[in-house]
C-alpha cells in the first residue's frame, strides 16, 4: 500500500490567490489515511473556511504504521482525531495532559456484519458467531459486549484488516466501519452483509473528536475555538454541499482511494446520522454533553475498560462546543 506520512492539505494557493495571510499555522494529525470519513477538515482546507478563521492548517495523515497521538503530547502538532473517548479516559489515568474539545461524529461507526440468512440476522445472534475482532476492539468494545451482550472470547479470531476470512466462513461476524468494510466484502464477496451499528444497541462513546493539549487551551483558547468553529462548519458543508475538491485533496493525500469508496462512505455517514444526529439537531455538529459522557464512562469501568475511580470529566470540556455554529448550513 502507497503511503504518504508527510503528505499534507494546504491552503498556500488560496492565500496566493486572495492575497490573506493566515494568522496561525496549525498542524491537524489524523489517525488514519485520508477518507471521506475525514471529509469535515478536508473540506475547510479546500473552501477556505480554515483561512476565514485566521488559520493556516496543514493535515498530517496517520496510517497503520503512525501514532500521531504521541505527536499532539510531544508538542508537535496542535490537535489530533481521536476515535473514541475510551483513549480520551486513559490519558487521566496516565496523566497525560490532553482533553477532547469536541466530537464531529456523534455515533461510532463501529460495525459487525454477518453473512445474510446464516443464522445471524439479528443482534442478539451475533454472540454465538465465530467473530474477527482486532486487538485494539478486544480491548475495548468486545470487553463492553461481553458484559453486556454474552459475548465470549474463545470465539474471537483476530482480524487483519482482510476481510477474506469473513468471506470465507459463513458462520462468523466481522468487526469494521459502517463507511468502509461493507463496501470492501461487496466488492469481494458479491454480496451485502447485514450490518449492525453498536452504537445503535448502547455503545455511546462520540467519535472522530478533536483533542488537544491542556497548555493550548488555557494559553490559546481563541485559536482551539476557531478550529473547533470552521470544522463544524467544514462538516456541514462536506456531507450536504458540493464536497469536490474535499475529495480531490482525500485523493491526492491517499492516492488508493477511490471515488466509488468515498460516495459509498459519504452516504453511510447521512444514512446512520453518524455526523448529525441525536444531540447535533439540537446544538449543532460536534456538540457534545455531561450526560452522554457519564453514560458511556460508566459502561467501560462497569466492563473493565478502563478504572472506575478515574476523574473522567478531566477528559474533554464543553467550553468549545453546543454553541449551534453552521446550523444554517442543514438543508430545510
Do not use: C
Not at 219 to 239: E, H
Not at 311 to 324: G, I, P
Request: no cysteine; proline share 4%.
Amino acid at each position: 500500500m502507497k503511503r504518504s506520512v508527510h503528505a499534507i492539505a494546504t491552503l498556500s494557493a488560496l492565500l496566493f490567490a486572495t492575497g490573506v495571510s493566515a494568522q496561525d499555522k496549525v498542524t491537524f494529525a489524523t489517525n488514519w489515511l485520508a477518507e471521506a470519513e475525514h471529509g469535515g477538515h478536508y473540506q475547510a482546507v479546500a473552501d477556505g473556511t480554515y483561512l476565514k478563521y485566521g488559520l493556516d492548517v496543514t493535515i498530517r495523515p496517520g496510517g497503520p504504521q503512525l501514532n500521531n497521538r504521541l505527536q499532539l503530547i510531544s508538542g508537535r502538532v496542535e490537535f489530533y482525531m481521536n476515535a473514541n473517548m475510551v483513549p480520551s479516559f486513559t490519558a487521566i489515568e496516565q496523566k497525560v495532559p490532553v482533553k477532547t474539545v469536541a466530537a464531529m461524529f456523534q455515533k461510532d461507526p463501529f460495525i459487525f456484519m454477518s453473512h445474510p440468512g446464516e443464522g445471524f440476522d439479528k443482534w442478539d445472534d451475533l454472540k454465538n458467531a465465530t467473530a474477527f475482532v482486532g486487538n485494539e476492539a478486544l480491548a475495548s468494545i468486545f470487553q463492553w459486549l461481553k458484559q453486556e451482550y454474552g459475548f465470549r472470547e474463545e470465539r474471537v479470531k483476530p482480524y487483519t484488516f482482510n476481510p477474506a476470512p469473513f468471506i470465507a466462513d459463513k458462520k462468523s461476524i466481522q468487526q469494521g466501519y459502517a463507511t468502509s468494510e461493507p463496501f470492501e466484502v461487496e466488492r469481494q464477496g458479491k454480496f451485502k452483509p447485514n450490518v449492525f451499528l453498536a452504537a445503535d444497541y448502547g455503545f455511546d462513546t462520540y467519535s472522530t473528536l478533536i483533542e488537544t493539549r491542556d497548555d493550548i487551551i488555557a494559553k490559546r483558547p481563541d485559536l482551539v475555538q476557531r478550529f473547533v468553529d470552521a470544522s463544524i462548519i467544514g462538516w456541514y458543508n462536506y456531507i450536504y454541499g458540493d464536497n469536490t475538491a474535499a475529495n480531490a485533496l482525500i485523493k491526492k493525500n491517499n492516492p488508493e482511494m477511490t471515488d466509488a469508496q468515498i460516495t459509498f462512505s459519504i452516504a453511510r455517514l447521512k444514512e446512520h446520522g453518524i455526523v448529525d444526529s441525536a444531540e447535533s439537531f439540537a446544538n449543532g455538529i460536534g456538540a457534545m454533553s455531561d450526560a452522554r459522557m457519564k453514560s458511556f464512562f460508566d459502561k467501560m469501568a462497569k466492563a473493565g475498560v478502563v478504572k472506575a475511580d478515574i476523574d473522567y470529566k478531566k477528559s474533554y470540556t464543553l467550553q468549545f462546543v453546543n454553541k449551534r455554529v453552521g446550523m444554517d448550513l442543514r438543508p430545510k
